[in-house]
């Protein structure tokens, strides 16, 4: 059998995607021989927008064997368990996403199920009340979770951290470095392409020229290898998705930190609301269309409730993602690859989802198309999944104060997205399989946030004794209280465990 082993993968871009890959890659690829590189501009910054992460971030430092305590003091972290959205369904009203579980399936049939059942039946609860990480979340408790937990409780909630993308993108770097991956400091002045469009090189500002048998593009929005390079293409899904702007500004921390990010809708779009241990992060996405940068600054800067730290940065994007994500021999990641809004915190657990897929899909020399193809099919579904997710939260929104939510009355809705909605108002049914990355019981928990309820149960749930089944809810949802209630808070479990060193 023949070997045509790759020798060598240039990663071109540094910041929190090019030394995610170097991460992973160095952790993946030991004992491979295979030379990793890193060119890094020390002219661009990282965005630093992306602070709020979903559980993968937590397999993802597993993986690469990176200590989670040494990380989050590194990165200024704090814990997550969902977020909180206000006002979205109407001014003053709000409700909870949670990570992890909601309730347990009951003879095989989903917690949801159950729940209409009992809610039908006049055995009122929350929905919320049934989820660890949600009760956490509203008690402000916290505590890390044992792998050998035996409690059911213990065992359903889940977490992911708010972060520091530039002490992240820091840490990495230094940890990647101590793994073998090699960092050339320099800007790529050209990028040589064969007569095959596949990279041969890439020739620095230093003089240097760079060879390898891979590259990873991850500079940024301008794609300089995947776009400007390869001429791939981007899809542009400006239409499902109007915000196209963001307002970025960090301000001082006071009091407590709770564990969750808040996601608030505004008159043409939503800010968020990050706490870090050293600081917060704010924001507004809005659409260009129905307000100015001008405006945005103003309305970001008018719900602070803190000191600044910087002055307001005001970043453009446009939602989709590029045609290809590999081409060749060129893997784009990061914001090289697309742009799904921050809504759902979703851009670090991308580009980990992306190196899982491109490692299970690793190739040689040959560089078979059939392989890069199989690749592109899965992270194309990965992203349109997220995609659909965001779009939820717009379409369902009962707002029709301003004309941005006006427009998401009668908002475009991908046929994948139309039919799942279709099946949920029916019976509460989502579909759902293990290489998506959002639960049903996330769907369940926006569906139900605003206020849209099937029109019925499974009919087999009627086999089930009414009075038994409420008491047996009535239970668990004590069981998660009182589990809750033996919990540190989020403040003294970070000063007790993995608070930043000063």
Not at 163 to 191: C, H, K, M, P, W
């Amino acid at each position: 059998m023949q070997k045509n082993s790759l020798n060598s993968i240039c990663i071109v871009g540094g910041g929190t995607a090019g030394w995610m890959a170097a991460s992973l890659l160095s952790s993946a690829l030991q004992g491979s021989q295979i030379k990793i590189t890193v060119i890094e501009s020390p002219d661009i910054a990282t965005i630093g927008v992306g602070e709020s992460t979903v559980p993968s971030i937590m397999e993802f430092l597993r993986v690469c064997q990176i200590n989670i305590k040494e990380f989050i003091e590194a990165t200024s972290a704090s814990f997550k368990l969902g977020i909180r959205f206000d006002d979205w369904l109407k001014p003053g009203e709000h409700f909870f996403h949670p990570f992890g579980a909601v309730g347990q399936k009951i003879h095989g049939f989903e917690f949801y199920q159950a729940w209409l059942k009992t809610s039908a039946d006049g055995y009122a609860t929350r929905w919320i009340d049934h989820s660890p990480s949600a009760i956490m979340a509203e008690q402000q408790r916290f505590m890390l979770r044992s792998p050998q937990q035996q409690n059911w409780v213990l065992r359903n909630y889940a977490y992911a951290l708010h972060l520091d993308a530039i002490l992240v993108a820091r840490y990495l770097r230094e940890f990647s470095l101590g793994r073998g991956v090699e960092r050339i400091e320099a800007t790529v002045n050209q990028v040589v392409v064969d007569a095959r469009q596949f990279i041969t090189a890439v020739e620095l500002n230093n003089g240097a020229t760079i060879t390898s048998d891979f590259f990873i593009d991850c500079t940024g929005f301008k794609g300089l290898l995947i776009e400007d390079a390869l001429k791939i293409g981007y899809e542009d899904w400006t239409h499902y998705l109007p915000c196209n702007r963001a307002v970025a500004v960090q301000t001082e921390n006071t009091g407590d930190l709770p564990p969750f990010t808040i996601a608030t809708a505004r008159a043409a779009g939503w800010t968020w609301k990050i706490p870090l241990q050293h600081r917060t992060g704010n924001g507004y996405v809005f659409s260009s269309q129905y307000c100015s940068d001008d405006e945005a600054v103003d309305t970001l800067l008018k719900v602070v409730d803190r000191n600044l730290l910087n002055e307001p940065r005001v970043i453009p994007f446009t939602t989709g993602r590029r045609k290809k994500i590999w081409h060749n021999n060129c893997l784009a990641l990061g914001l090289a690859s697309g742009f799904l809004e921050p809504l759902e915190s979703t851009a670090i657990h991308l580009v980990y989802k992306t190196l899982i897929r491109f490692i299970s899909h690793f190739p040689d020399r040959d560089f078979e198309q059939h392989i890069e193809q199989a690749f592109n099919q899965k992270i194309n579904i990965d992203y349109q999944e997220i995609r659909d997710f965001i779009i939820l939260h717009y379409c369902t929104s009962g707002r029709d104060d301003t004309e941005f939510w006006r427009w998401c009355k009668t908002m475009p809705v991908p046929d994948s997205l139309r039919e799942k909605i279709r099946l949920f108002r029916e019976r509460g049914q989502i579909d759902h399989n293990l290489e998506q990355f959002f639960s049903g019981d996330s769907w369940c928990s926006i569906l139900e946030g605003m206020k849209i309820r099937p029109k019925k149960y499974h009919p087999l749930m009627d086999a089930f004794d009414s009075q038994g089944l409420a008491q047996s809810l009535q239970e668990s949802m004590q069981d998660i209280y009182k589990t809750v209630m033996k919990m540190p808070t989020h403040n003294d479990y970070i000063q007790q465990h993995c608070a930043v060193k000063k």
